[in-house]
């Protein structure tokens, strides 16, 4: 049984009324016309969600991931696009409050806690999952490193005031590339938006590449040391990114529920309620377990990150689950719907769309199982 204690309840509602009342009304406008609406992202800030697990002298909100993924599953029940964006912005938030210096984190944070974006950039164009694959490269030229590359799919690509990226700087004893993240200002000269993508689902977040056309750095930029790229950005990714994706689903999966519900008791046809029939109760069922399961996941891997104990498996296994399910429940809901599921005025076919983009966002399905397999072979 999953139980939030009384504070976690208040927050919960605090974002629900948030999201009631400033997101559902132009969550359909903000799919169609595939904006990302910045200003929603600074009028959430004073209620803490932007920062919402950074500590309070850092300009959070001194909460944990569980709160996280309860933020994102309340956004993401109307918005799924905007809540990948606040994953995104969480994932730089992650990795400069984990392995930033004390100076760093004084400096970033309190700024990308108050209403500026943040994001992680690490895919390129040769590959996501391929992670050494990597091609963008750092070099340190009279004391400064300068940057070149291109990364993609990055989530806040066109509206970031703080990226942190991975590039190679070099190759360590065996001939390994050798990955070292930095801290990048969005408007340090050679740091450029370049093409925006246009996806399928999770509209309302800008997707795109970023250029690295000699960007300067002072050694002050470098997040941790020389090398620990791949730790900052797999650890960011596995234990942070992938639990707030598993959230944005969880999210779309309780409205795959609601709408099952509500539509189920509002249409009639032979003269009763649409829910009198069976098959269409078993949907109901199905959108319920399948709920249920995901949010049981999701939230057991974000109590395991709060309590301080390994969960890539875990969280793997909720990002897995989650995202599978709130497919599966969109189709369900659509074949209920009968042909109304088809027609945009009802959030399901876009429910449908945000779900199947959830599965390559912070790694594929076949990566999760190849995570969760993995440790368990290894116990
Ligand atoms: C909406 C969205 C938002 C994103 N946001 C960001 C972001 O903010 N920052 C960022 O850096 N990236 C981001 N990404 C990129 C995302 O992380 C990659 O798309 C993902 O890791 C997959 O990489 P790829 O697209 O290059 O596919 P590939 O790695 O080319 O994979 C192709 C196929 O091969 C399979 N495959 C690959 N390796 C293995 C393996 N070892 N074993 C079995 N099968 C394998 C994959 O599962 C897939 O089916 C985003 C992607 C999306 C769709």
């Known amino acids: 049984m999953l139980e939030l204690s009384e504070q976690q309840e208040l927050m919960r509602k605090v974002v629900r009324d948030f999201v009631e009342k400033e997101i559902a009304p132009i969550a359909r406008q903000i799919d169609e016309e595939d ?33 996280m993924v309860l933020v994102l599953e309340e956004i993401a029940r109307h918005a799924a696009g905007l809540a990948l964006g606040l994953v995104a912005h969480y994932m730089g938030v992650y990795a400069i409050m984990t392995w930033g210096s004390e100076e760093q984190k004084q400096k970033y944070l309190p700024r990308i806690c108050s209403g500026g974006f943040s994001g992680l950039s690490i895919t390129e164009p040769g590959g996501g999952s ?4 990597q091609k963008s490269t750092g070099q340190l030229v009279d004391g400064e490193w300068v940057l070149n590359g291109r990364k993609c799919f990055i989530t806040n690509s066109h509206c970031m005031s703080v990226n942190v990226v991975t590039v190679r700087t070099g190759e360590d004893a ?14 340090t000269p050679g740091h450029t938006p370049g093409r925006k993508e246009k996806k399928a689902g999770l509209r309302g977040s800008y997707t795109g590449e970023i250029i690295l056309n000699n960007v300067r750095l002072s050694p002050d930029n470098l997040l941790g040391k020389p090398g620990d790229g791949a730790k900052i950005s797999l650890g960011t990714l596995g234990e942070m990114g992938r639990t707030g994706t598993a959230a944005a689903a969880l999210g779309i999966l309780r409205g795959c529920l609601e709408e099952s519900v509500k ?37 057991n891997a974000a ?20 995202t599978e399910a709130s497919v599966k429940a969109a189709k369900r809901t659509m074949d209920l719907m009968g042909g109304y599921g088809v027609i945009t005025d009802y959030p399901v076919s876009r429910f449908l769309r945000d779900a199947v983009a959830t599965i390559p966002a912070c790694g594929t399905s076949h990566i999760m199982q190849v995570i969760i397999a993995g440790a368990e072979l290894r116990k």
Do not use: H, W
């Open 35 to 67: 904006t990302c609406p910045v200003e929603l992202f600074q009028k959430m800030a004073p209620l803490g969600i932007n920062g919402v697990f950074v500590p309070a002298k850092y300009g959070g909100a001194g909460l944990g991931f569980t709160e």
């Open 130 to 133: 391929d992670f050494t694959g």
């Open 174 to 187: 065996k001939g390994r590339p050798q990955i070292s993240a930095f801290i990048i200002e969005g408007d």
């Open 263 to 299: 539509y189920a008791k509002e249409r009639i046809i032979y003269g009763k309620p649409l829910s009198n029939l069976v098959n269409i109760q078993m949907i109901i069922a199905q959108n319920r377990t399948d709920y249920e399961a995901a949010r049981l996941l999701t939230y």
């Open 303 to 322: 109590g395991l990150k709060d309590a301080g104990k390994p969960c890539a498996q875990e969280v793997s296994m909720a990002k897995f689950f989650a």
